[in-house]
């Protein structure tokens, strides 16, 4: 059974950071897409960041390029989000997701994913 399980949310004051983890399990990471998704209040959920895990690619949404960055760590079946210099507007429920890699799969599209972690709540404070 696939499991993603997101953890690292807090609050935190703005320009602070903070680093999620999704840890995976009931799949290997190779040839996976896992992406971080956001939702705020009244907001659609948007794609943060993903990454390929066979070939490594990263991709971002405009609005965190340059402040956040997205890792995994194969072995251990775990994906990162170090995020940086976070503003008030980042603050969301943050997920994880996971898809099989296929041939036009749009990394940054959450109808894109298959399986899904719970949230977990960040928040910034100005």
């Known amino acids: 059974e696939v499991q993603l399980q997101a953890s690292g949310g807090g609050l935190v004051q703005a320009g602070g950071s903070l680093r999620l983890s999704c840890a995976a399990s009931?799949?290997?990471?190779?040839?996976?897409?896992i992406g971080w998704f956001r939702q705020a209040p009244g907001k659609e959920r948007e794609g943060v960041s993903g990454?390929?895990?066979?070939?490594?690619?990263?991709y971002y949404a405009d609005s965190v390029e340059g402040r956040f960055t997205i890792s995994s760590d194969n072995a251990k079946n775990t994906v990162y989000l170090q995020m940086n210099s976070l503003k008030p507007e980042d603050t969301a429920v943050y997920y994880c997701?996971?898809?099989?890699?296929?041939?036009?799969?749009?990394?940054?599209?959450?109808?894109?994913?298959?399986?899904w972690g719970q949230g977990t709540q960040v928040t910034v404070s100005s």
């Open positions: 990454i390929n895990t066979s070939d490594g690619r990263t």
């Open positions: 997701a996971a898809v099989f890699l296929r041939v036009g799969l749009r990394i940054l599209l959450a109808y894109e994913y298959e399986f």
């Open positions: 009931g799949f290997t990471f190779d040839d996976w897409a």
